[in-house]
């Protein structure tokens, strides 16, 4: 059933949206803003039972921890960039939604850097050493 | 040898399923590059993790420690802007460094020049004047909070003569002299802690340097300095030997 209360307040506010955008376009931009903003910690909240069974699922195979907590910071910072960027493209300043989305990506690559160093690590040791 | 088999294989079904789920969960198409160089690295390193625990054995902690310095390292580089209130401290501290400076500067330029005045005019052989200045909160100017001249102790007897010229007219001044001993006492203990002089000592080389010539220093520093009389103390340099 939430699928269609979201939906409804979707609706909802895209209607509310075109009407006052005539009139102030300021009030239609922060009232797509604050639409975007709930659904968006509506949603958060069901996330967590995916997160619960992903956790599961790395436990029963044993795979570290770390890697988990890796993959789940970068769907965090790539849905949260993404957020933040669609809703200052809405505000019509593409600019700044392409630095917010270039941000993310920064931050997605730190993440792999752990992961870098220890591959180049591992590579070094195979090869022989001194020749 | 076939249980470690079926855990290696176990994680890497596992991450690669998580590496496919992220890509399910990924907002757009633009982070996706990105993403999948992540994942792939992961499952890179659960391929090799056997390579790697045969070559050094404890990879995972080594793993782990990587991350966690990286994970650290941003926070503690993080640079702290200083507030509006850490800059006007900062500013307020230059400047009560640079008064303070200025002060002990303004002292000695002060001290040299009485000196030379006192001993053109009187013709007295002052070993040393010492200038105090005090600054009081929100005062853009010092002001002098007291003025010690220290005579030296061989004074020629013709000189006192121009100086006993003045005694004629202001010996009732003598009556202001007890007036003035607790400010001589109040310098005796920032002089005293070298000479460690008792306050007596002091007041007896205080009453060994002559009316006149207290009268005629006074006198000459208000002319030339203004300085109010009253700020004025002089002593002999008994005081200091002692």
Redo the contacts between chains.
């Keep these: 059933m939430d699928i269609i209360q979201i939906v409804g307040l979707g609706l909802i506010a895209a209607v509310l949206t075109l009407v006052v955008r005539e009139q102030k376009p300021m009030f239609a931009f922060l009232l797509a803003a604050f639409t975007g903003l709930f659904i968006f910690l509506y949603m958060i909240g069901k996330i967590e039972a995916?997160i619960s069974v992903?956790e599961q699922?790395?436990d029963?195979?044993?795979?570290?921890s770390?890697?988990?907590k890796?993959?789940l910071k970068?769907?965090g910072i790539?849905?949260i960039?993404?957020?933040g960027a669609q809703i200052v493209r809405d505000a019509g300043q593409d600019s700044v939604a392409s630095k917010i989305?270039f941000a993310?990506?920064v931050l997605?690559?730190v993440?792999?850097?752990?992961?870098?160093?220890?591959?180049v690590?591992?590579v070094i040791?195979?090869l022989p050493a001194g020749g | 040898m076939l249980d470690w088999l079926a855990a290696w294989l176990r994680q890497i079904i596992a991450v690669v399923l998580l590496a496919g789920i992220v890509d399910l969960l990924l907002p757009n198409k633009s982070m996706q590059r990105y993403v999948r160089l992540v994942a792939g690295l992961i499952i890179l390193l659960t391929i090799l993790s056997p390579v790697m625990r045969a070559l050094q054995g404890d990879f995972g902690t080594k793993l782990h420690e990587s991350f966690d310095a990286w994970l650290d390292s941003p926070n503690q580089v993080k640079y702290k802007m200083p507030t509006l209130q850490d800059i006007q401290r900062d500013a307020e501290e230059l400047k009560r460094k640079q008064d303070k400076a200025a002060d002990a500067l303004t002292e000695a330029r002060l001290g040299e020049a009485m000196v030379l005045e006192i001993e053109q005019r009187t013709g007295l052989a002052v070993q040393a004047v010492q200038v105090n200045l005090v600054r009081e909160d929100g005062a853009a100017e010092p002001a002098i909070e007291q003025v010690v001249v220290t005579l030296a102790t061989s004074e020629e007897e013709s000189d006192k003569l121009t100086a006993a010229d003045d005694i004629g007219v202001t010996t009732e001044e003598i009556a202001d002299v007890p007036d003035i001993e607790p400010i001589t006492i109040d310098a005796e203990a920032s002089q005293g802690d070298q000479a460690s002089a008792p306050v007596d000592q002091a007041e007896e080389a205080m009453a060994s340097v002559e009316e006149g010539k207290m009268v005629a220093i006074r006198s000459v520093l208000q002319e030339s300095f203004s300085i109010n009389p009253s700020l004025v103390a002089v002593r002999g340099s008994a005081a200091e030997e002692s």
């Design positions: 995916v992903l699922l790395a029963r195979s044993g795979i570290p770390i890697y988990l890796t993959i970068i769907i790539a849905y960039a993404e957020f989305e993310g990506k997605i690559l993440m792999a850097v752990p992961i870098i160093g220890v591959i690590e591992t040791g195979l």
